[in-house]
């Protein structure tokens, strides 16, 4: 499986956006690249997932390098909810299995 | 709709005993997943089924099996437990065959062993 790289934790203000990096270098040209979270006490929860092109959904945005060797995932406008483990996630095409790493722990500051 | 439910929520059990884990999948939902979660390892992949047939496994030994019910229910069982199988254990259900888009997780099950 390939393998993705993200920061073991970050911080941010209240009602300011975040962006979270993810690096995988090694992306093959049929991966897709998915965001889960977990929050405290639950299990993980799907956040966005795109192959090519910078997405967009209700909880987050997504935007892919033109190489497709990083992406970031946007929050516009942290919450206290927000507060969670962000996992960056490849995965091969046709397949089920998700490979999680370590993510990033976020804090959010009130 | 429902969520992804899980019973039991916590189990204890002891060294050398045996467990059924049950997971009922979002209704439509055909593909479940599960994965195994503790503090050391993280999240890992045990295996997933469809139609009730086991599409994909993690590295797990011999003494981790499950199957799934034409219902899609699932269960999964850890025999000859140890006490390195305390874990969150996560079921995950997803709408569509291929590829892998949105996997929606219960609860999980807290199991620990003594």
């Known amino acids: 499986d390939a393998k993705t790289t993200q920061p073991n934790s970050m911080e941010s203000n209240e009602e300011e956006p975040v962006h979270l990096p993810c690096n995988h270098s090694t992306i093959s040209g049929t991966d897709y690249i998915h965001w889960y979270r977990q929050l405290p006490s639950q299990g993980p929860e799907y956040v966005i997932h795109?192959?090519?092109s910078n997405v967009n959904n209700r909880m987050a945005s997504l935007a892919i390098a033109e190489d497709r060797k990083s992406s970031t995932l946007i929050l516009h406008r942290a919450t206290l909810r927000d507060a969670a483990v962000y996992y960056c996630?490849?995965?091969?095409?046709?397949?089920?299995?998700?490979?999680f790493g370590t993510g990033t722990r976020l804090t959010i500051i009130p | 709709k429902a969520g992804v439910t899980q019973t039991p929520r916590y189990l204890i059990k002891t060294r050398g005993q045996q467990v059924t884990l049950s997971c009922s999948p979002i209704s439509g939902h055909r593909s479940v997943s599960w994965y195994q979660q503790t503090p050391g390892q993280g999240l890992q992949f045990l295996f997933e089924y469809f139609s009730e047939t086991q599409r994909n496994k993690g590295n797990f030994p011999g003494r981790f099996s499950g199957r799934q019910f034409s219902n899609s229910r699932s269960e999964m069982n850890v025999s000859t437990l140890e006490l390195g199988d305390s874990a969150l254990y996560l079921c995950a259900s997803s709408p569509l065959k291929t590829p892998s888009y949105e996997q929606y997780f219960g609860p999980g099950t807290r199991l620990t062993v003594t």
């Open positions: 795109g192959l090519t």
């Open positions: 996630i490849l995965s091969l095409f046709g397949n089920e299995k998700l490979t």
